[in-house]
Structures are given as structure tokens and as C-alpha cells.
């Protein structure tokens, strides 16, 4: 590690931190929620570029894993079971959960490829949503449709995530509390996944995308590596579930549906699929068009002097747009990885 | 002397059908043999199976005195085997340069590795020229290269070569043949599976013939070039 990438590192922890500061300052403290959303999503989308940018494992059913973390937190610390456990034990039970739930899927899907992958995720996504819909008979696990509610917020040691926190003559606002959290989550999970891509595992998982067959002539362990990158991003997606049960205090089947798994995957795949910082711009890009499109009410109600068309439905409309847009100039993405001189 | 590669009745299935009916062959270290047969005859079965890229229904596989065909092929490839598939199968989104260090996954001695890099290099100076481009946009020939380039940066003692002049132009076969001759010479036993039977005759000692999956003819390659029924099958010869 040279002088100039720690001293990049700093600078970067630095910018993150200053973040929320800023956004409330230029767009007000609405925004700094609609960053932490932002930040949850960017790491969803990191856990999915895992599977599928690294190891070109197609998963449409990626949302499953933010489901079981999203779940293992609620139970621990709601009164559902009347567990209470610190976040320094249902975080990481939550990833493992997660990553655990990522072998288990990963295990029967080791012979299938491509299309046929891809509908067997889709498959796993909707079967855990409706099985977490349908647990609450005989015995009521995860309450069915109605969800978990009174969960308990993030805190960890005196840090409660969701209250402001006074540090001598600094107050940070309780609205920048998780958002720093997931800002810095998301940046630790952005920096694991560029170590990753350039060591010997994200070698493996290169070759495996690009040829399977000539990967195991190169004495590759596909079976291996391609559970690895099931477990890796489902564990990511597993993590960000609990944040966000942690930061909404309620979650619900609702949350988990089919929509939100091609929501991430198009995010990646806008952005530019397997380069973090192609992954990052699109989650960021996809997560706030939707709030910044809002302002296109007023907007029209100010210009027009009545609204025409509802920013909602444009929603769709500018996604759309977008997207084909892409696929048609760039179809690699907004910032896809170079190719040569990779590794330096 | 154990041989370098032994199989005993080896079968191979796909579902229900049999590829490989009870194959048996024995190379000894150093020797090159080809291997020829008519499509579906099985040949690149038999390769894969002993890279262990498929599983095998019944029988042995032994590599230099070791019982493989029940591990899988990572664990075979750094007891010295390499294979370069059908159809070149490099890493087309890689550089020349990344597919060639891909060969050396299984290998952890990095400064042998660049030394290795730059044998291949200079062996095939096309690839120096070109080791930044992507391998996708190499021609046939030059995807050939890499392909041998990559399997041999594995340090291979058992070099599985399957059919390398597959859709090259005369003067371009006539290279990596050449290319071959120069690498058995330092010691690396070959099988090659070809359809060009007279070339891999002219380059292999021994040759075996391979027919629905059952081996029908085994023999020193100058007696068989004279067998009636190779000539005419193979050989194209009345």
C-alpha cells in the first residue's frame, strides 16, 4: 500500500463523513434521509456486483438475502420474541445469516448456468418472500403480512443511531447518525470489493465469468468460487437488511419483492458491472432519481400553472428512458471497468 | 518406470450414453502420442476426463503413479497436467497477458512465474506484441498461441492438446506444430487429439484410433500410416 492510496483513503473517509453536513446544507435534512437510503442501496448493490459482476452469476432473487438480514435483526431485537441483542452480535448474525441462506441457495445451483440460474433465483426470491409472508402459522415467527414492528433502533455501546449525538462542543443531528453509520458501511463494503476484485479469489471469479470450462482447465475450483461469491454478496445484502430494519423500526414482506431485486441489478448494470465505482454511481443515481424527480410537481405547477403529469408516473417513464438510453450508448454502463493495465 | 499417464477401462456417460466404452491406454514420460477418430468417436471425452473436467462412470485413471478420477480438476492440474481445449477456450475479456498468468493459477512461486511469462513470450513473439491487447480480439491462430501459451505457463508434464489446428489456415498449423516439436523436447509428454491425422502422425511416435468409444487400433504412427484401413479412414487414401 503506497503513501498515496492510504492518504486517498483518508481523504475519502474524510468526504464521506462531511457528507451529510453538506447535503443538508445544499438540500435540506430530507435529503440526508434519502442519502442513508441511498448509502443502503449502494451497499445491496456492491453485495449484488459480487455475484454478479465478479463471478457473472446471474441472481434475480438477490433481494431475498436483504429479507433474511433484514429478518434475523427484527427478531433478535424486537419485541416479536422479546430479544433485545446488541448490534455488535445481530449485525454480523444477520450477514452470516445471509451468507449462510447464499450457500444453501448457491449448493443446488452449482450445475445451472445463465438463463436457467437466473430463473431459479427469481424462483428463490418469490418463495422466500411468501414463505416470510406465510410464517406466522402454526407458530408465529415472522408475524406474516402485518410484519415486525417496535424494532429496536441501532445503538451500540452509549451510540444510539438514531438520537443525536453531543460530543463535547459537537452535535451531531440525529438525522446524520445513520447515515454517517451507513456511509461508512457502505464505504468499508466499496473498499473490501476493489481489494477482493484484484486478489487471487477475484481472479478466479474473472476467469469463471469469462469461460467457465477454461477456468477449470486452469485449475480453478468452480464449485468453490462460485459458492464464495453467493455467500460474499448475499452477506452484503444480508447486512444492509439489518441497517434497515434497524433505521425504519417496521419491516414487512412488502419490502421484499421481485420489483426492488431488478431495481439492484439494473442499478449495476447501469452503472457498469463489476467496476465499484460504476456500481456506486448507479445505486446512487437510481435511488435518488425517484426524490429528485418530485420537485418536478411544483415545478410544473409553477411553470404551467397545473400539474400535468404526476411525478410518480414520470418515474417510471425517466427509468425507463434511461435505461434504453444506456443499452443503446453505453452498453457497458455509465463507468464500466477498463480493461487494460487492471491490477496497478 | 511408472508411466506418466495410465488408464484402465475407463468408461465416461453422458446420461444414458455411453462415450467411453472401457478405453485403456498407457504413455510413458516424454512420449507423444496421437490420438485420431472420426466425430462423436469421443476423443475430446477422453481428454476431458482425464483433466477431470468430466466424471467418469467406471475404471482408472493414473497420472505419474497417482489414482486421479475421483478428484476434481483443480486438484489434478498441479500434479502436472494441462489441457488446451477445443476451440482455443481462453478468456476473451482478459489481456493476453492476464489469460497467460491465468495458467499459473495453481502456482505460488511468482519468480519463476515471470520467468515463464517470458519464455512464452518469447516463444510466441506475437503475444509479447500484442500482451495488452484483449485475447478476444486475437486472430484464430493467435488465440491458438495463447491457449498453448497458457496451458504451458502451468508447467505442464502431461500436455493435453485438443485438435490445435481446428479452423487454422495451412501456414499458421504448420507453426504451432513447429511450435509443439520445440516444447516435447524438453521432456513434456503429449496427447493430442487431432483430425489432421498425418500431421499428428508425423508429430506423435504412437498412435491409437478411437471408434464409438472403444480404441480399435494402437501401433507405432510409421506402421499405422501404412494400415489399409487407417489410410483409407483417415487418411484419405484408397
Not at chain 1, 450457500?103 to 414463505?131: C, S
Not at chain 1, 449525538?165 to 470489493?193: D, K, N, Q
Request: proline fraction near 5%; aromatic fraction near 8%.
Amino acid at each position: 500500500m503506497s503513501a498515496r492510496y492510504i492518504i486517498l483513503l483518508a481523504l475519502t473517509g474524510v468526504a464521506l463523513t462531511a457528507l451529510p453536513w453538506l447535503v443538508d446544507g445544499l438540500l435540506g435534512i430530507t435529503w440526508v434521509r434519502i442519502l442513508s437510503f441511498a448509502a443502503l442501496y449502494v451497499l445491496l448493490a456492491l453485495g449484488l456486483n459480487i455475484t454478479v459482476g465478479y463471478a457473472g452469476l446471474l441472481d434475480l432473487g438477490y433481494i431475498a438475502f436483504f429479507a433474511v438480514g433484514a429478518y434475523t435483526y427484527a427478531l433478535l431485537s424486537s419485541p416479536q420474541f422479546g430479544l433485545h441483542w446488541p448490534l455488535w452480535a445481530t449485525l454480523p448474525l444477520a450477514a452470516a445469516a445471509a451468507g449462510l441462506f447464499g450457500l444453501l441457495l448457491g449448493t443446488p445451483l452449482l450445475r445451472l448456468r445463465g438463463d436457467y440460474l437466473a430463473i431459479v433465483t427469481l424462483g428463490f426470491g418469490e418463495i422466500t418472500r411468501i414463505f416470510i409472508n406465510n410464517l406466522n402459522a402454526p407458530v408465529n415467527i415472522t408475524n406474516g403480512p402485518q410484519g415486525v414492528n417496535q424494532i429496536d433502533a441501532l445503538r451500540i455501546g452509549g451510540i444510539d443511531f438514531s438520537q443525536a449525538l453531543h460530543w463535547g462542543e459537537v452535535t451531531i443531528p440525529a438525522a446524520y447518525m445513520p447515515c454517517l453509520l451507513f456511509l461508512a458501511l457502505a464505504g468499508a463494503v466499496a473498499w473490501a470489493s476493489t481489494r477482493l476484485e484484484v486478489s487471487r479469489v477475484g481472479r478466479a471469479w474473472q476467469a469463471l465469468r469469462e469461460d467457465p470450462l477454461a477456468a477449470a482447465a486452469c485449475g480453478i475450483d468452480l464449485r468453490r468460487y462460485k459458492l464464495l461469491a453467493f455467500a460474499l454478496g448475499a452477506s452484503a445484502g444480508g447486512l444492509a437488511g439489518a441497517l434497515f430494519a434497524g433505521f425504519q423500526g417496521f419491516i414487512s414482506p412488502e419490502s421484499f419483492s421481485l420489483t426492488e431485486s431488478i431495481m439492484i441489478l439494473c442499478m449495476i448494470v447501469l452503472g457498469g458491472m463489476g467496476h465499484v465505482p460504476g456500481v456506486i454511481a448507479g445505486a446512487l443515481i437510481l435511488a435518488i432519481l425517484p426524490e429528485a424527480l418530485r420537485a418536478l410537481g411544483p415545478l410544473q405547477q409553477a411553470l404551467l400553472g397545473h400539474v400535468w403529469v404526476d411525478p410518480a408516473d414520470l418515474r417510471m417513464l425517466v427509468f425507463g428512458l434511461a435505461l434504453v438510453a444506456m443499452t443503446l450508448l453505453r452498453p457497458a454502463g455509465l463507468w464500466p471497468r477498463g480493461h487494460a493495465g487492471r491490477g496497478d | 518406470m511408472t508411466p506418466m499417464l495410465q488408464i484402465d477401462q475407463l468408461h465416461v456417460a453422458y446420461g444414458r450414453i455411453e462415450a467411453l466404452r472401457g478405453v485403456s491406454l498407457s504413455l510413458a514420460a516424454g512420449e507423444r502420442l496421437a490420438l485420431i477418430g472420426a466425430n462423436g468417436a469421443g476423443k475430446t471425452t477422453l481428454l476431458k476426463a482425464i483433466a477431470g473436467l468430466l466424471p467418469v462412470s467406471a475404471g482408472e485413471i493414473w497420472l505419474d503413479g497417482r489414482r486421479v478420477e475421483r478428484m476434481g480438476a483443480h486438484m489434478r492440474l498441479p500434479q502436472g497436467l494441462a489441457l488446451v481445449p477445443e476451440g482455443r477456450g481462453i478468456f476473451p475479456g482478459l489481456s493476453v497477458r492476464e489469460n497467460l498468468l491465468m495458467g499459473a493459477y495453481c502456482r505460488a512461486d511468482s519468480g519463476a512465474i515471470a520467468d515463464d511469462l517470458a519464455a512464452q513470450y518469447s516463444r510466441f513473439p506475437r503475444l509479447a506484441e500484442r500482451r495488452e491487447q484483449l485475447a478476444g480480439t486475437l486472430s484464430g491462430g493467435e488465440q491458438q498461441m495463447l491457449a498453448i501459451g497458457r496451458a504451458l505457463m502451468g508447467r505442464p508434464r502431461l500436455l493435453l492438446l485438443d485438435e490445435p489446428s481446428m479452423g487454422l489456415s495451412p501456414i499458421m498449423v504448420e507453426k504451432i506444430f513447429a511450435t509443439l516439436r520445440e516444447v516435447c523436447t524438453h521432456g513434456v509428454t503429449l496427447l493430442l487429439v487431432e483430425q489432421n491425422a498425418r500431421l499428428a502422425m508425423d508429430l506423435c511416435d504412437r498412435t491409437v484410433v478411437l471408434e464409438h468409444g472403444q480404441l480399435t487400433l494402437e501401433g507405432a504412427s510409421a506402421d499405422l500410416a501404412r494400415d489399409p484401413r487407417v489410410q483409407a479412414a483417415y487418411l484419405g487414401q484408397a
